[in-house]
């Protein structure tokens, strides 16, 4: 009688229900080959202690000792006497519960990369109102501050800032990560197509100012050489 062909959902149905996986502590690969060695050694432990005891039954035991022997030798008590060790697997679980562990795996991480982003967001937001609210002297002083801090990499201008202790070195050290190529920060800012384009404007306006006050120093500097050589 020939046998009944199975639909591909049929086929993928068997799969998911009598195939096993195998988590990572142990190799899928691997694991037949183990599981192999250990039946192997449960099978041979069993078989020693049987011939122990069936040793007392072997040809060659006087007739005297056979009628003492009798009575310890039934099919009951060899059972009680020997024992065979239970093995259990453990980490493997059929292809249907891998998938289904799997998915609510990645619900999980879909559903705290969105919490995440979303804090980030928020963040971004509030440093970009920050920067654009800043003027005057202010913005100046803290423009230089940024120069120092993201530019040269000042260890102790990053160690005076932590903890931050308001919004304007809340907004420097988001500054100083997005010029560490933190990817968190910068996905944040390109996230909002507006905030982007009011960051990507408080940066070139933070460039003019720094290009400005490099100018004064220098010329500072050039007039106290003059000084010095006059």
Request: charged share 35%; proline share 3%; hydrophobic share 35%.
């Amino acid at each position: 009688m020939a046998k009944e062909r199975k639909s591909p959902q049929q086929k993928k149905e068997l799969e998911y229900t009598r195939n096993h996986f195998t988590f990572g502590w142990v190799s899928s690969r691997n694991f037949p080959q183990t599981w192999k060695r250990k039946k192997a050694r449960v099978n041979r432990n069993y078989r020693h202690k049987s011939e122990e005891i069936l040793a007392q039954a072997k040809p060659g035991i006087a007739s005297d000792d056979v009628e003492s022997i009798a009575d310890d030798l039934t099919a009951a008590r060899f059972q009680k006497s020997i024992s065979r060790k239970r093995l259990r697997k453990v980490g493997t679980v059929t292809v249907g519960e891998k998938i289904k562990r799997k998915l609510e795996q990645r619900e999980d991480v879909i559903g705290w990369h969105l919490q995440r982003d979303r804090r980030y967001d928020r963040s971004a937001f509030s440093v970009v109102q920050t920067l654009t609210a800043l003027q005057g002297e202010q913005l100046v002083e803290f423009v230089k501050r940024a120069g120092l801090l993201c530019n040269a990499g000042n260890p102790a201008a990053l160690k005076k800032l932590l903890p931050c202790k308001d919004q304007f070195d809340r907004a420097l050290y988001f500054l100083y990560l997005l010029a560490s190529g933190s990817f968190l920060e910068r996905d944040a800012v390109h996230r909002n197509p507006q905030l982007s384009k009011a960051f990507e404007r408080w940066i070139e306006k933070a460039n003019r100012i720094l290009t400005k006050s490099q100018r004064a120093e220098e010329v500072k500097r050039r007039q106290k050489e003059n000084v010095r050589e006059s």
